[in-house]
Structure formats: structure tokens, C-alpha cells
């Protein structure tokens, strides 16, 4: 089976995973690190390889939040669950082994404390087995203004109040310096640091971060999935991503991950949707193919 061929089939078996939700993220923080692609080769599963962008592997953080999140329901479509909150996953930039589909490796993932974080994590856990567990988050930034909730950390009502826009054109405004502060259940932080430069982020490292809608699972059960986000709806561009400028980053939510947390690189998205679908096992096409 050819790489051309396996990508075709991986494609056909993520349309056929039944839809399951809808989900909108804003104000998305990605913080990506650098790692040595031979030692992160030997960390994934068999099925996986690293991907790569100017000689390095890459680890992100992504701290967002989830603020609509849609359950797929037969004869009636997308429904709203009205639940919304501050999550964070770390992923690992990769791609399927055997065809080059670029997608992601959730390493773990957090949702923030209260019900509906209860909720979601326990639901993370069940339908997608990984590891998941609750968190804290906290923001300081300077000075405090916003469109339509953009700046990290501040509500679309306070943005509003605040006065709202920016830049004299009427579209979003960031704060200058912001910090976030992410305190996991499980003993396990991110602390990060930095400023917005007024810059948007470079283009091509921005697109290799987010314009992957295939996640990929290495499930507690030993079996690798995969899921397509794409669907109704769906919105992955790159475009209008705004450079942040890490001072400091404190991280230590990799597990045997071994990222540069000097060299971290980052932006802000103001906002994404995808569309998940039930997980499709890896295993069953990579054995045909390597028997081909």
C-alpha cells in the first residue's frame, strides 16, 4: 500500500466515525517547543512519527477555552450543551507513519475545576482513554483591553466595558505582557510568561501548528486511534494569529517528553472550531499495509 493510498484510506475510515461534537475554542495560547526527533521518535507509538519543522520535533502547550461545546444528536443535529470553561492539552506535532497525515498526539489533557470540568474530564477519559485530570488557571496582563474577549482570560462583557477594540481600526486589541499560570490536580503545572509583539505570527510555523485536524490517541488500552475534526462548521486557518514573545516558561506537563523550554515559540489564535468524531482504531490499517 502506497503512502498515497494508506492516506486515502485513513481519510475514508475517519469519514465513516460517527460525529459526536462540536466544539469552539477562543482566545487559544499555543507555546510550542523544540525537542531532538530521534528521542521522540523512540517515545511514540510504532504507528506515529515526529513531524517536523526546521530540523526539530515539536511539543505545544495549548491553553484555551472551550466556549461551545455542541453534542451531535441524531434527527436533530448539533445541540448545545451549554457548558463552558478553560482547558489545556499538551500535544505532540506528528504525522501516521506509513502515509505522512500530519495530525496530533494528545499527551494529556486538563479541564478547568468546577461541573462542568467534571464533566468534560470524565468524558475525556471514558470515550477518548487518556490521561485527564482538572486544573486552575490564572492571567495577569497589562494593560487590561480586549475585543469581543480576545486577550486571554478576559470575558466578552469586561472586554466590552473596558472599551473594547483596538488599534483604531475596530478589530481586536491584546494586552502587552500576559502571564498564565495552569496548577494541575496532579501535581503537574505550567507556568508561562511574555508579551505580544503587535506582530502576527509567521505564517508558515503557524500553519504547521494548527492546520492539522487528525488527532491521534495512544489509549491506556495500548490501541492507537485517530478521529478527523473536520465537519460542519469546522475552522482551522492559521491567519490573523498574533506573535507572543515567551520570556519564561515553567512546564512540566511533557511526561517523557524532553522539550527546549528556551526555546519556546508562540501566538495567540483568536479562535477555532472542530468537529469530533468517533476514534478509529490505527492498528487495523497498518497491518494491511505492512503486509502489502
Known amino acids: 500500500m502506497s503512502g498515497e493510498a494508506r492516506a486515502a ?27 531532538d526527533v530521534e528521542e521522540t521518535r523512540a517515545l511514540l507509538p510504532a504507528q506515529l512519527e515526529p513531524d517536523v519543522f526546521e530540523g526539530r520535533a515539536w511539543a505545544c502547550v495549548l491553553v484555551d477555552k472551550l466556549d461551545l461545546l455542541e453534542s451531535w444528536v441524531p434527527l436533530l443535529g448539533f445541540v448545545n450543551s451549554r457548558t463552558a470553561g478553560w482547558m489545556n492539552k499538551v500535544n505532540v506535532l506528528c504525522k501516521e507513519r506509513f502515509s505522512g497525515t500530519p495530525g496530533y498526539l494528545i499527551s494529556s489533557i486538563y479541564f478547568e475545576f468546577g ?4 464533566i468534560r474530564a470524565r468524558g475525556a477519559s471514558i470515550t477518548q482513554k ?35 477594540g483596538g488599534g483604531g481600526n475596530g478589530g481586536p486589541s491584546y494586552p502587552q505582557t500576559l502571564s498564565v499560570t495552569v496548577e494541575g490536580a496532579d501535581g503537574l503545572s505550567a507556568r508561562i510568561s511574555g508579551s505580544f509583539s503587535g506582530n502576527d505570527a509567521p505564517l508558515a510555523f503557524a500553519r504547521f501548528v494548527v492546520e492539522r485536524p487528525t488527532k491521534f490517541l495512544a489509549q491506556t488500552n495500548g490501541k492507537v486511534v485517530f478521529a478527523s475534526e473536520l465537519g460542519e462548521g469546522a475552522e482551522f486557518s492559521a491567519e490573523g494569529c498574533k506573535e507572543f514573545v515567551v520570556e519564561k516558561a515553567e512546564v512540566s506537563m511533557f511526561a517523557a517528553f524532553k522539550p527546549d523550554l528556551d526555546a519556546c515559540r508562540a501566538f495567540l489564535q483568536p479562535s477555532y ?6 476514534n478509529t482504531p490505527v492498528d487495523d490499517i497498518t497491518a494491511h499495509a505492512r503486509s502489502s
Open 9 to 35: 484510506a485513513l481519510a475514508v475510515a475517519a469519514a465513516r466515525g460517527r460525529t459526536n461534537v462540536r466544539e469552539r475554542h477562543d482566545q487559544a495560547l499555543y507555546c510550542c517547543f523544540p525537542m
Open 115 to 118: 461541573f462542568s470540568g467534571t
Open 130 to 164: 487518556i490521561p485527564s485530570a482538572k486544573a486552575s488557571y490564572s492571567f495577569d496582563r497589562e494593560p487590561l483591553a480586549a475585543a469581543r474577549g480576545v486577550a486571554l482570560g478576559v470575558p466578552a462583557e469586561q472586554a466590552a466595558a473596558s472599551g473594547g
Open 273 to 278: 472550531t472542530l468537529v469530533d468524531h468517533t
